[in-house]
């Protein structure tokens, strides 16, 4: 069986967490730190591959780690270690010592204010159990595979299927009192089958991730999804160049969601590498469209009650009715722009983009119909996005729709546009919200892009 209690937020690895943090601490301040601040993690974890009717993989891991910064009035110095040792832990103190004596003072660097750091830690159901042996393990990815490969005979081959289970635990501490720990877990599931048909193969995958594993699809659901999303990719064409309105399905939507908490990251807009540089109070969307940052929500990964640096979270609209209201700020990024930490240090907790208006929100098929022609995209390919102008231009794969219906597959085009237009050419959101990880999203329509074919 797997070790279950390494899946599980065991008070007696707060406490031995909380040892090393104030030995940490201890040492920093007798060494001459005024301040310091500590991260100590653990991870846990254990991957299982398959591949067609044979075991390709089996890995289990245990990582951990300390990472120390101290201040020497307005100068720091970072070390980390993976040693939990007194002596490592002295050392690495010492290093991190060593380095704020000899670097220039940042009138920026420091903690963040008392009053801004967490005081209540409640639970958010982030970690849960896996009651699975490996050999259960195993026998999900080898189902998942013999199902994908059953479901037509054009399924011939695979790349593999995947059950990672993976446990996260850290605690962060400060000169300033602050002690908090979390626990979370992360469980994946993929399925990757090939389709032939005469000379052309195709391969499209799914996947689902979640903290709880009882809330994963089943193994043979898993494969059968995957296989259909091969299969539909076969005989694709390319599409005349022109201007079409595109639909991103939901799990490519989420790219979007990506690319804005790019542009609103702290140490972007400091560096004056985004393109929504003084976009603060400014529509950038229209008018339907809210986008939400939540760290409350029970059971989604991405909830807490402090950020990295220990500063209280708080619900958040980042974008309401159109307007971009916020950015994701941490203390030395806030500070650096004449502003205060938003308790997003480490980025932003669990991202959802969504209609503040019923008749602007879609199912999946009432979304084709009102594109009524256009391209729907399930896949983008390589990286072409420009942070600092905006400029977007990816390779994608995906469906010709006519009349508000699938037609056929499409390939070998690229989509191109820039993403402050794009967001403002936004005209409807789907209610097929996918969770991934800490982004939440249906598919979304576009007026109009770019579209390269032949």
Sequence with gaps: MINVESFLPLEEKNLFFAEIKDKAIKYALQLGATDAYVIISETNGLSVSSRKNDIENVEKYNERGIDLTVYIGKASG????????????Y???????????????????GL??????????????????????????????????????????????TEGSSFDAQNVQFLIGNTLGFSGYKAYSNY??????????????????????????????????????????????LSAKRIPTNFYPVIFEAPVALSLLSALSHAINGSNLYRKASFLQNHLG???????????????IIGQIGSSSFDVEGVRTKTRNIVKSGTLEGYFLSNYS???????????????????????????????????????????????????????????????FGYWVENGEILYPVEEITIAGNLISMFKDIIAIGSDIIIRDNKMSGSILLEKMSVAGS
């Design 334 to 396: 806030a500070k650096k722009l004449g502003m205060i930490s938003t308790g997003n240090a480490g980025g932003f907790h669990n991202l959802l983009i969504k209609s503040n208006k019923d008749e602007l929100t879609y199912s999946f098929s009432d979304l084709l119909k009102k594109m009524n022609r256009g391209l729907l995209v399930t896949e983008l390919i390589g990286h072409g996005t420009n942070y600092v102008t905006g400029d977007y231009s990816r390779g994608a």
């Design 91 to 109: 050392r690495t103190v010492k290093s991190a010592i060593h380095i704020a004596k000899n670097i220039a003072i940042d009138e920026y660097s």
């Design 112 to 157: 963040p204010d008392k009053d801004m750091l967490a005081t209540e830690f409640p639970d958010f159901k982030v970690c849960h159990a896996l009651n699975l042996s490996l050999n259960d393990m195993i026998n999900f990815t080898l189902l998942a595979e013999q199902t994908a490969l059953s479901v037509d005979p054009k399924i011939v081959n």
């Design 188 to 233: 994946t599931i993929s399925s990757v089958p090939i389709a032939a048909l005469n000379n052309n193969m195709q391969r499209d995958y799914w996947y689902e991730s979640n903290c709880n594993p009882n809330k994963l699809m089943s193994a043979d659901k898993l494969g059968e999804i995957a296989a259909k999303r091969s299969l539909s990719r």
């Design 282 to 296: 400014k529509k950038i969307f229209s008018d339907f469209i809210d986008i939400v940052d939540d760290p409350y």
């Design 78 to 89: 970072s070390a980390s270690s993976s040693d939990f040792s007194n002596d490592a832990i």
